[in-house]
Structure formats: structure tokens, C-alpha cells
């Protein structure tokens, strides 16, 4: 297995269009059905970055801004932000699409941990990240302080730990 990789080496997309099953009462997407095709888009790309089983470990803060009508082709960005031992960050960005109106809006944007483990479910180390673009770098560095904000908050991390947010945790 190699020992780093790169993001643009598990990028992932996947294109989807929304039928009468995926809306809600109004005729939107449903956002849950959203959350799956994250969760999916997402998955893969951190098997990619792995080529390993991985499991969903978080999903971070997901905000609808724009409503995804029946008829939408909606597509979906994932990439690793930044791998850790077992875990890794996945970026996904979300664009919805009205293809005859020639319109396409970005919809939604989450970070997801996925962690890799072995057949018995157990994490397994994954390889680490080199980033190529300016854009990349910044979210590596950010996912740090995500992570460990994230962790705080599963109680998986005491808040005096978490030494890339002291500045929010202490006056
Ligand atoms: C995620 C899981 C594999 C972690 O296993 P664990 O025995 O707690 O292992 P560890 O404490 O060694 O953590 C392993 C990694 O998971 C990360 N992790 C655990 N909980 C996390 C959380 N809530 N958010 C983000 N990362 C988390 C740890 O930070 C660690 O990352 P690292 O190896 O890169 O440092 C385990 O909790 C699990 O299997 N959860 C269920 C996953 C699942 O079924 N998902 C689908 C839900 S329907």
C-alpha cells in the first residue's frame, strides 16, 4: 500500500437526477435522501483514498440553502481533505443542476469522517495526504481544528486537549 496519496487521487463524483420518490410534499429533494447520496458519494471516495472497508465515524454541520426540485440533476463532489491514522476528512460539495434553464447553484457543503477498518471492524491505518493545489493545503490545515472540534463534541476529546481551540474554549 502506498503511504501517501494525493486528493485528487480519490476525487469523486456522481451524478444523480431527482425522481418523484426522492421529494418531500413540496416537491423538493428530501434531505435526508441528500444525506445518503453524501454518505455514498463520500464512502467511496475515502475507499479510494484507502482501499479499505470504511464506515461513516461523523457528519458535520449540513445546511440546506436552496430547495433541489423533482427534475434536478444533482451532482456531487466528494474529496479528502486530510487522512489521519484510520480516519479521514471527505469534503463534499453539492451542485443542483436545471439543465433546459442552462442553471446550476451550489446547494450543500459537509465535512464526513469515515475511518477504515479491517474485516472484523477494526481501524486500520490509512495512507497519508499530499496536497497539490493552494486550495487543498488550506483545507488540510484546517481539518485539524475540525477534527478536534468534532471530537469535543462526541466527548471523544477533553475540550483542554484540543490545543487548536484553546481560543474557543478559553476566556
Ligand atoms: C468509527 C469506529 C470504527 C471507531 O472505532 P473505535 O474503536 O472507537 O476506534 P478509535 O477510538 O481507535 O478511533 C478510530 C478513529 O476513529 C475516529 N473517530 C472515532 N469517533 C469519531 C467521531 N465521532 N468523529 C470523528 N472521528 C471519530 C478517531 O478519531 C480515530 O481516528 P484516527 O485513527 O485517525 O486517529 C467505531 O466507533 C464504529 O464502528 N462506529 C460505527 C460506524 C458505523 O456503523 N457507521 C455507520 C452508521 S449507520
Known sequence: ??????????????????????????????????????????????????????????????????????????????KVTRAFSSSMEVVIDVWAENIPAQERVSTNKAFFTFVAVDQTGRPIDVPQTITETEEEKELFDGALRRRQLRLVLAGRMKPAEAVELRSLFEV
Not at 421529494?23 to 423538493?28: E, F, I, Q, V
Not at 447520496?37 to 470504511?54: E, F, T, Y
Open 1 to 78: 500500500m502506498s503511504k501517501t496519496k494525493t486528493p485528487s487521487e480519490s476525487l469523486t463524483t456522481m451524478t444523480e437526477m431527482i425522481f418523484p420518490n426522492d421529494t418531500n410534499t413540496l416537491g423538493n429533494l428530501m434531505g435526508g435522501n441528500l444525506m445518503r447520496l453524501m454518505d455514498v458519494v463520500g464512502a467511496i471516495c475515502a475507499q479510494k483514498h484507502s482501499n479499505r472497508i470504511v464506515v461513516t465515524a461523523s457528519v458535520d454541520n449540513v445546511s440546506f440553502k436552496e430547495p433541489i426540485p423533482l427534475g434536478s440533476v444533482v451532482t456531487l463532489q466528494a
